[in-house]
């Protein structure tokens, strides 16, 4: 499954999550504003993804910009990467590409326009391939904490059509299975956008792993009758503290999982770790229409005229994680040392 492809007449293509299962859809995008509309629109979805496709969207950007001076050329590329960056306000991993391919053209701001461009895109690329390098990085680390025969509860969609490729909470199930562990998973079906019905089920059809669908509001039910050996999630952002921000609903199952004695894992690489945010009370959460919540495929499922309240993410308390899976190792508490010291070992 490849979540987005570069092509060799240098058009993004990205693969339409809105039309999955039934349809496999690719769009062609070939400026930077048809990227962050598909962005906005969740045609691509998930921090790592997100990141790797808006890098893209800033290669498109420097194209058009090939007949201007050097500095017109990065004063340009950063207007690009503003509009970009205001798509999704809570995956860092957005502001983390966009900060790092802008950072690499000021460092060689006096080249030309079509050196810069080249820059734009050979950076994209790097940024492309260490996402998925980093995935199974943290597949490697990740199944070692999965035992054989578990059975792992998981939320919304957290796999290769989260990132660039493998994926994070799913690249530990894939990693566990080829590893030669017979695990199973159950896939919430993660209202109000089915992203766990939608798409982690098809992801674990694909890979021929055993996956049972199950609604968001029987996950309480499923692990008091002892059906569930531990709970796997991705993460949108990580506060410096271990604050958890992803998918509405994941600090409900991180709830239940304490209540039941249950591990509550975290995947994600280090490029969703934010160690300027000391909390996730600093975290932006996004909010999205009301009609997510009050319509599915265009018919309505509520009276006309009622509020909705749709965040898009909650924020899971440091204090219910487990351990967090990271590209660079495991984690555990206390987060405020440990997840720092992901970072002081990169230094060394």
Same mark, same amino acid.
């Given at each position: 499954?490849?979540?987005?492809?570069?092509?060799?007449?240098?058009?993004l293509?990205?693969?339409?999550?809105?039309?999955?299962p039934?349809?496999?859809?690719?769009?062609k995008?070939a400026n930077?504003?048809?990227?962050?509309?598909a962005?906005?629109?969740?045609?691509?979805?998930?921090?790592?993804?997100?990141?790797?496709?808006?890098?893209?969207?800033?290669?498109?950007?420097g194209?058009?910009l090939?007949?201007?001076?050097g500095?017109?050329?990065?004063?340009?590329?950063?207007?690009?990467a503003?509009?970009l960056?205001?798509t999704?306000?809570?995956?860092?991993?957005l502001?983390?590409?966009?900060?790092?391919?802008?950072r690499?053209l000021?460092?060689?701001?006096?080249?030309?326009?079509?050196?810069?461009?080249a820059? =734009?895109?050979?950076?994209?690329?790097?940024?492309y391939?260490?996402?998925?390098?980093s995935?199974r990085?943290?597949?490697?680390?990740?199944q070692e904490?999965?035992?054989?025969?578990?059975?792992?509860?998981t939320?919304?969609?957290?796999?290769?059509?989260?990132?660039?490729g493998?994926?994070?909470?799913?690249g530990v199930?894939r990693?566990?299975r080829?590893?030669?562990?017979?695990?199973?998973?159950?896939?919430?079906e993660?209202?109000?956008?089915l992203?766990?019905?939608?798409?982690?089920?098809?992801?674990?059809?694909q890979e021929?792993?055993p996956?049972?669908?199950i609604?968001?509001?029987?996950?309480?039910?499923?692990?008091?009758?002892?059906?569930?050996?531990?709970?796997?999630?991705?993460?949108?952002?990580?506060?410096?503290?271990?604050?958890?921000?992803?998918?509405?609903?994941?600090?409900?199952?991180?709830? =239940?999982?304490?209540?039941?004695n249950?591990?509550?894992?975290?995947?994600?690489?280090?490029?969703?770790?934010?160690?300027?945010?000391a909390?996730?009370?600093?975290?932006?959460?996004?909010e999205?229409?009301?009609?997510?919540v009050?319509?599915?495929?265009?018919?309505?499922?509520?009276p006309a005229?009622?509020?909705?309240?749709?965040?898009?993410?909650?924020?899971?308390?440091?204090?219910?994680?487990?351990?967090?899976?990271?590209?660079?190792?495991i984690?555990?508490?206390?987060?405020?040392?440990?997840?720092?010291?992901?970072?002081?070992?990169?230094?060394t």
């Amino acid at each position: 499954m490849e979540t987005m492809r570069w092509t060799d007449e240098g058009i993004l293509e990205l693969l339409d999550q809105t039309r999955l299962p039934s349809q496999v859809v690719y769009i062609k995008c070939a400026n930077h504003r048809e990227v962050a509309a598909a962005i906005k629109r969740l045609a691509v979805r998930g921090a790592p993804a997100i990141g790797a496709a808006a890098a893209f969207g800033l290669v498109l950007a420097g194209r058009s910009l090939k007949s201007l001076s050097g500095d017109e050329f990065i004063a340009g590329i950063r207007a690009a990467a503003a509009e970009l960056a205001a798509t999704r306000p809570t995956a860092v991993n957005l502001y983390w590409a966009l900060e790092r391919v802008t950072r690499r053209l000021e460092t060689a701001a006096s080249r030309t326009p079509d050196e810069l461009y080249a820059l =734009l895109l050979d950076e994209a690329l790097a940024l492309y391939a260490e996402d998925v390098a980093s995935n199974r990085k943290m597949g490697l680390y990740g199944q070692e904490l999965v035992p054989a025969g578990a059975r792992i509860l998981t939320h919304c969609n957290a796999g290769a059509l989260a990132t660039a490729g493998y994926g994070t909470a799913l690249g530990v199930i894939r990693a566990a299975r080829e590893a030669g562990k017979e695990i199973s998973v159950y896939a919430s079906e993660t209202r109000p956008l089915l992203q766990g019905a939608r798409l982690t089920a098809w992801e674990m059809i694909q890979e021929n792993i055993p996956v049972t669908l199950i609604t968001d509001n029987m996950a309480g039910y499923l692990m008091a009758k002892g059906r569930v050996d531990l709970v796997l999630v991705g993460a949108d952002r990580i506060a410096a503290n271990g604050d958890v921000a992803n998918k509405i609903g994941t600090y409900g199952l991180a709830v =239940l999982a304490r209540e039941h004695n249950l591990p509550f894992y975290v995947a994600a690489p280090v490029s969703t770790i934010d160690l300027n945010l000391a909390s996730g009370e600093e975290i932006p959460v996004e909010e999205r229409e009301p009609e997510e919540v009050t319509h599915l495929a265009g018919l309505p499922l509520a009276p006309a005229g009622v509020s909705v309240w749709n965040p898009a993410f909650d924020i899971t308390p440091h204090r219910l994680v487990t351990a967090i899976i990271t590209d660079r190792g495991i984690v555990r508490p206390p987060y405020v040392e440990t997840l720092q010291k992901l970072f002081e070992t990169k230094k060394t």
